[in-house]
């Protein structure tokens, strides 16, 4: 009787998971950059709808590829509609629409507040993730951090509220689509990939349905805007989902959450650097403060475990769901984002 074989070790990455991280914080630091320039040449429900669209194809080539199957069920298929429209319909519209007014920088900063909103929910809406007094102190230096990038002590002054709090809601939007999620799609059996597809999929019909009514056809078509909104798809909603995906599964959810701390720096200096956009000294020191909380409230005690969820940067990094084997996605089995943060990006 000859022996078993032993199983074949899986192939290597072709590139180092540092590598795929720092690619990873690149585009959806970036992804606020796209939206700002997007904007330049379209309506926002436009920009939110072709980066949808270009989402979906780059992770309906990658369903199509692994031969996986879509989840089953109408009950599945209905929370996924929900989490389609709280973790990327609502959210990518209203970062659109809120860069009409505010620069990319401060997009970018407000959607590093998704921790904070996700502690702040977790209070009343997860029993059994109630906060350490570590974690307390670190929602309340967060919103210290926002009030500091505000600039709250000189009343606000040269900001468009509107702008800024569209920008805080859709991070709001994120902090609820992944409390959601946690409740009502784990252990649904398909795999995470299928699941973040179908979610974007389901988001992107939902722009197909409101785009129309809201907006009219272009006259002309500018060459930079268009190739912004196929990035921010295509890279920032399709192709980071997989490599999050990677990163995940190779590294673990909580080295992977790190790339939440890397996205706002990026959007600030992108910002800065390629769209001139002015920088006063409380908007990096609030970012810090920010920062520094939403890591606090990211502490973990040894019997909390990791949950489900992703996003996409409002850029977004874009959310999915899950179960809880590894690799996970934004819609996927681990978080890679920190806890009561689950889901980025923009």
Sequence with gaps: ???????????????????????????????????????????????????????????????????????????????????????????FSLFAYAELTIPSTLAGICNATTPLWGMLLSLVALSEDRPTRVRAAGLGIGFIGVLTVLGAWQGFSGLDVTGTALALLASFSYAVGWIYVRRTLSGTGASNLSLAGSQVGLATLQLAVVTPLFTSVPDSIELMPL???????????????????????????????????????IATAAGVALLDERLTWN??????????????????????????????AGAAPTPVVGNRSAG???????????AGARGSRA
């Design 1 to 91: 009787m000859s022996p078993t074989p032993a199983p074949s070790p899986s192939p290597s990455p072709l590139l180092d998971w540092r590598v795929r991280f720092g690619a990873l914080a690149l585009i959806w630091g970036f992804s606020f950059l796209f939206i700002k320039v997007g904007t330049e040449g379209f309506a926002p429900f436009q920009v939110t709808f072709g980066r949808l669209l270009f989402g979906t194809a780059v992770l309906a080539v990658a369903i199509v590829v692994k031969r996986d199957r879509l989840p089953r069920g109408a009950r599945v298929w209905g929370h996924l509609a929900v989490a389609a429209f709280l973790l990327n319909a609502l959210p």
């Design 227 to 265: 190739l912004s909104v196929i990035a921010l798809g295509a890279l920032g909603t399709g192709y980071a989902m997989l490599l999050q995906y990677g990163v995940v599964a190779e590294v673990g959810p909580t080295t992977a959450a790190m790339v939440t701390y890397f996205i706002p720096v």
């Design 283 to 312: 908007t990096p020191v609030g970012a810090l403060v920010v920062l520094a909380g939403a890591a606090l409230t990211q502490t973990r005690t040894k019997r909390s475990s990791s949950v489900v969820g992703m996003r996409s």
């Design 328 to 338: 996970a996605e934004r819609v996927g089995t681990t978080d890679p984002r920190p």
